[in-house]
């Protein structure tokens, strides 16, 4: 069992690298430093949304709309702490 919960908590590790990946992709190509023409760059960014998409797609109709601050990446970056939190206080379960 204690195998299952280090599989969760490398799961929620790399889905919390996708998230902060994709925040910080979308920032550099708002701010016009990556260019969506260069085909690596487009080619991460929609690997990257197809990704997260499944993940966002629930909490984006549970928000309201804020003229094109998008929050469900804060969102879930938030679940995933409170998932961290609630599976490391019950580790003694997985033993």
Do not use: C, K, T
Not at 45 to 66: D, T
Not at 70 to 82: E, F, N, Q, T
């Amino acid at each position: 069992m204690q195998s299952l919960f280090q599989i969760l908590m490398l799961i929620l590790d790399v889905v919390w690298f996708f998230i902060i990946a994709h925040v910080i992709m979308s920032w550099l190509i708002n701010f016009q430093v990556l260019n969506m023409r260069q085909q690596l760059v487009a080619q991460i960014w929609y690997g990257l949304n197809r990704i997260l998409e499944p993940i966002y797609g629930p909490i984006r109709r549970l928000l309201p709309p804020m003229g094109g601050l998008d929050l469900a990446p804060l969102a879930v970056l938030l679940a995933i702490i409170v998932l961290r939190i609630v599976l490391q206080n019950n580790m003694a379960l997985f033993f």
